[in-house]
């Protein structure tokens, strides 16, 4: 069998609804017609736009399929006759559509998901506001929840993501002229959600979240070539933080500069050297941090033993602008001993700009530290070996001048504060490459016979031996503390990286896309991939290299490895998970870092599959909930309306007892009344284990309200008396299910009766607002708080109630149970001056609804 690959993906984004997504997509479709593509139409929801419809002319569409849910019929896309059809490519509309119960995924991105997977290429439309990051920022500024929605990963995924952009003005004048509503839906949707402000923000929205995507895409392209120039397409400030008290001035200047620039990002990173030099206070950088993620910016931490190529390093991978760095606080005899970190910086910073900024802590020296100074630099190193060369003839030649007055253990002695010199400025082989030039020439101009390299006295063999040990042996333990320190300092750099991934995980940043880039930023690496083995495939001796036995589960960077072969180091978590990391080679103590990181993205790979099935779960757990509180609550409910029937009968059949008109009257009423309430009680248990099961199926057609509601009021039976109507016959025919919207009206009224003070009738009024009818039942009683509102539509919830001899609870939250399947809304509302007031929602009929 011929593996097709996996297919690709375009989506078209839009700010709002009417900006030309779907107008677009077809307009594509048709050119790639044109160019000899199988095209075929899976989904596409023209919403009655005739010019959008004209382009469904001469595409070949996949039939629907129907799919029946309570009752009504739906249609839905045919994800397996598309895959049947195996076109090139399938349009499929609205990405983020939650599709019908009965389903089998309850996404539309997850059919393209299917689609893809099968190797077929699929277009696709999406607004902004129904992207899950965005989701509850939209609904703040329009005020419409968005219920449905689709992750960012699944657009971001995508290999093309292309923005349909409109002013507000242009699709305003698009609505004015009935081009996306209808014309009778015009001026409510002008007034509401298209308000020029909305649409603004919507757009803004859009446009920086495709400035992402692009981002994204600009930096795999960068990395995939190689590309280590700065590519300015976008501003991003880099701050340098040592650590020092200066920090802060400089942050504040970076968000300065950043905001400047409209939309421009402000990074902050601190090298830990690994030779120890660069250590800074832990507190005062974590108050740093703070301060950066306060201006909007992100903080960084990288190891690097050349601080200004580490900085550069770092700038360059995120395609940074600009460097700000602090004027230097080393004193002016360092300066002299070397560049500094901000000149030399500076001067390989290429098409960086680095800005250096002054501050109170400038040209104060650097405090000391307590400890060792750490291992010795390159600088050091050259100030070693260039004392050693110049420095032992130097001395030599002003020595010679006393060779006649000094003995030869004086001159040895001298030399040998010369070797421990140069051991503490450059280490060991420069000072032992003095010890070996002082003793050749102690041996030519200081011991008899001089002028040859000969030694007549033993003592002086003796002497200059010692000379030799004495002078190695200080050199050896100057480098060895030296090697120690910067052994300390490493270890302490992955404390301090360890540290950093400990407050990510408490943090919560435990999702698998931030940590493999922390991952990969902090050890400079190219790419890092976690892979798994394929399940279906198995472990096999030679599966280290096939890229077909495994799968990869997240990746950040450039282009990801396929197989732990092709990594340039590879980190195997457990039998089915593999840390693979491609750039450059990790010595062994970056690779017990590494493991670190490996195993909790292992553990956040695991939290996210548990929470998946979690959430898949739940429903099954609270239907389960539904069932055992319906059992527990049926034995004590059915039983009191029961045993009065059954007593009531009883009586009447007695023989013993004669009884008078007025009490087989009473009695047959009492019967009456306990068979009713059983009735109803049945009824609501029926009807709410169907709600459950979603088997309750509405048949909506349009109804007069004021027909309705009288017939409800006197379903009430004795208690009508205590309820007062008020609906008018001009409001329009709503569309409800008949049975359904009495049975709705009865328990919301009933439950607004048994609250209501005596001489205080409910009030049920009718009145229209927009393409919606609200029918609202007022009560004067104890109302309830706002905090509780939601939770009195809980089965088997009675606020206040403890007994529970009343009932089982059912009404309320059967009734929403009943609105929404009919279209409806079911929400609770104070009455002013005391009460509740229930607010039964309703969709005029013939109306169609506004989607935002």
Not at 187 to 201: P, Q, W
């Amino acid at each position: 069998m011929i593996d097709v690959g996996r297919g690709r993906l375009r989506v078209y984004l839009g700010a709002a609804p009417g900006v030309g997504k779907t107008y677009a997509m077809l307009g594509e479709a048709r050119r790639a017609i044109e160019r000899g593509k199988d095209v075929v139409i899976g989904v596409v929801e023209t919403h009655g736009r005739a010019h959008t419809a004209e382009l469904l002319d001469g595409i070949e569409a996949v039939p629907l399929k129907t799919v029946t849910h309570r009752g009504a019929v739906f249609t839905e896309l045919d994800t397996d006759a598309v895959i049947a059809r195996r076109p090139r490519l399938a349009l499929i509309d609205e990405l983020a559509h939650t599709n019908v119960p009965g389903c089998r995924n309850a996404k539309r991105w997850q059919d393209v998901e299917e689609l893809l997977d099968a190797g077929i290429d699929v277009i696709s439309t999406v607004n902004v506001q129904h992207l899950e990051s965005v989701n509850d920022v939209v609904e703040q500024i329009t005020g419409v929840p968005q219920r449905e929605t689709v992750p960012d990963e699944v657009v971001r995924r995508a290999d093309q993501v292309e923005l349909v952009d409109m002013s507000p003005e242009a699709l305003r004048r698009r609505m004015a002229h009935g081009n996306v509503y209808a014309p009778e839906k015009v001026d409510a949707a002008l007034a509401n959600y298209f308000r020029v402000g909305n649409l603004t923000a919507l757009r803004e929205l859009a446009l920086l979240w495709v400035a992402g995507k692009v981002d994204d895409q600009l930096d795999r392209y960068r990395a995939e070539h190689g590309i280590a120039t700065t590519w300015e397409a976008r501003e991003r400030v880099v701050v340098a933080l040592t650590g020092g008290p200066e920090g802060d001035t400089l942050i504040r200047r970076a968000a300065r500069i950043a905001a400047r620039s409209k939309g421009a990002d402000l990074l902050a990173v601190h090298v830990t050297r690994a030779d120890g030099l660069a250590g800074g206070d832990p507190v005062a950088l974590s108050r740093q941090r703070t301060l950066v993620e306060n201006l909007a910016g992100s903080y960084h931490q990288v190891i690097g033993d050349d601080i200004p190529g580490a900085l550069l390093d770092f700038a360059r991978g995120v395609n940074a602008t600009q460097l700000v760095l602090g004027a230097s606080r080393r004193g002016r005899f360092a300066q002299l001993l070397s560049r500094g970190v901000g000149v030399e910086t500076t001067a390989r910073s290429g098409s960086i700009d680095v800005h250096m900024i002054t501050h109170a802590e400038a040209k104060k020296g650097r405090q000391l530290m307590s400890g060792s100074r750490a291992a010795l630099t390159r600088e050091r190193r050259i100030v070693g070996w260039i004392t050693a060369v110049a420095g032992t003839p130097a001395l030599t030649a002003a020595m010679i001048p006393f060779r006649d007055i000094l003995a030869l253990p004086s001159e040895i002695l001298v030399f040998l504060l010369l070797v421990v010199g140069v051991a503490l400025i450059g280490g060991m082989w420069p000072a032992i490459t003095t010890a070996v030039g002082g003793s050749l020439l102690l041996n030519y101009f200081f011991t008899p016979p001089v002028g040859q390299f000969t030694i007549a006295d033993p003592e002086n063999l003796f002497a200059l031996v010692a000379f030799m040990v004495v002078a190695a042996a200080v050199s050896a333990i100057v480098d060895l503390a030296a090697r120690r320190t910067r052994e300390a300092a490493h270890a302490t750099a992955h404390a301090e990286l360890l540290s950093t991934l400990a407050g990510h995980v408490l943090r919560g940043d435990s999702a698998l896309p931030s940590l493999l880039a922390r991952m990969r930023e902090t050890f400079a690496l190219t790419s890092v991939t976690l892979l798994e083995r394929d399940a279906v495939a198995g472990q096999t001796a030679d599966d280290h290299s096939d890229p077909e036995s495994w799968r990869i589960v997240a990746t950040t960077g450039g282009a990801p490895c396929t197989s732990p072969a092709a990594a340039d180091t590879e980190v195997v978590i457990d039998e089915t998970l593999t840390m693979a990391v491609s750039g450059r080679l990790l010595n062994a103590a970056d690779r017990r870092v590494l493991e670190a990181f490996a195993a909790e993205a292992a553990v956040a790979l695991r939290q996210a599959r548990l929470k998946e099935e979690a959430e898949q779960a739940r429903p099954l757990a609270e239907a389960d909930r539904m069932r055992t509180a319906l059992l527990a609550a049926v034995s004590h409910d059915l039983r009191t309306p029961l045993a009065s029937a059954k007593a009531a009968v009883d009586s009447l059949r007695a023989t013993d007892v004669t009884w008078s008109a007025d009490d087989r009257a009473e009695l047959l009423a009492t019967a009456d009344e306990s068979l009713s309430r059983l009735d109803r009680l049945v009824a609501n248990l029926l009807d709410m284990s169907r709600l459950q099961s979603g088997v309750l199926g509405a048949s909506s057609h349009p109804l007069a309200l004021d027909e309705v509601v009288p017939k409800a009021i006197d379903d009430l039976g004795p208690l009508r008396d205590r309820v007062r109507g008020d609906v008018s016959v001009e409001l329009p025919e709503v569309l409800a299910d008949p049975v359904l919207l009495e049975r709705v009206l009865v328990n919301v009224m009933s439950n607004a009766i048994r609250y209501s003070p005596p001489g205080r009738p409910v009030l049920v009024t009718g009145s229209r607002h927009g393409d919606d009818v609200q029918v609202r039942v007022i009560d004067r009683g104890p109302g309830i708080p706002a905090e509780a509102h939601d939770r009195v539509f809980l089965p088997f919830q009675r606020l206040g109630d403890r007994d529970n001899h009343t009932g089982v609870g059912l009404g309320l939250a059967l009734s929403r149970g009943l609105a929404e399947a009919m279209g409806g809304t079911l929400v609770p509302e104070e009455t002013p001056g005391g009460g509740l007031t229930m607010i039964l929602t309703l969709p005029v009929a013939g109306a169609v609804p506004v989607r935002p």
